[in-house]
């Protein structure tokens, strides 16, 4: 494992009529997070992998569409590019959102 690991992340974003755009590096140099997202994390949960300086660019793409004043669903598309292993891969996701009494 790994020992005294630190990680930064940098986020540039903006607002527009077609959505939120994010765009963000991140940078992890030793670093395990047993209970965070296992994209950023040094150390693979799954396979015998590990990767002492992981540096990652993304570009995230959110939009909220609303049905009614209590249901909203997210649309989501998150393309990342892994600097170390030259891959891109990407990831898509619809969450519905609901609120009582809004």
Not at 1 to 8: L, R
Not at 17 to 24: A, E, I, P, T, Y
Not at 53 to 63: A, D, G, Q, V
Not at 86 to 91: F, I, K, M, R, V
Request: net charge neutral; charged share 20%; hydrophobic share 35%.
């Amino acid at each position: 494992g790994f020992s005294n690991g630190n990680a930064q992340y940098y986020n540039l974003s903006t607002h527009t009529k077609w959505g939120d755009f994010v765009l963000s590096y991140w940078y992890g140099k030793n670093f395990i997070n047993p209970m965070g997202g296992d994209l950023f994390s040094g150390v693979s949960r799954w396979q015998n992998y590990k990767e002492e300086n992981r540096k990652l660019i993304m570009l995230r793409w959110m939009k909220n569409i609303y049905w009614d004043d209590n249901i909203a669903f997210t649309l989501r598309a998150e393309p990342y590019y892994d600097l170390n292993r030259e891959l891109l891969e990407y990831s898509f996701t619809i969450c519905v959102n609901y609120w009582i009494g809004r």
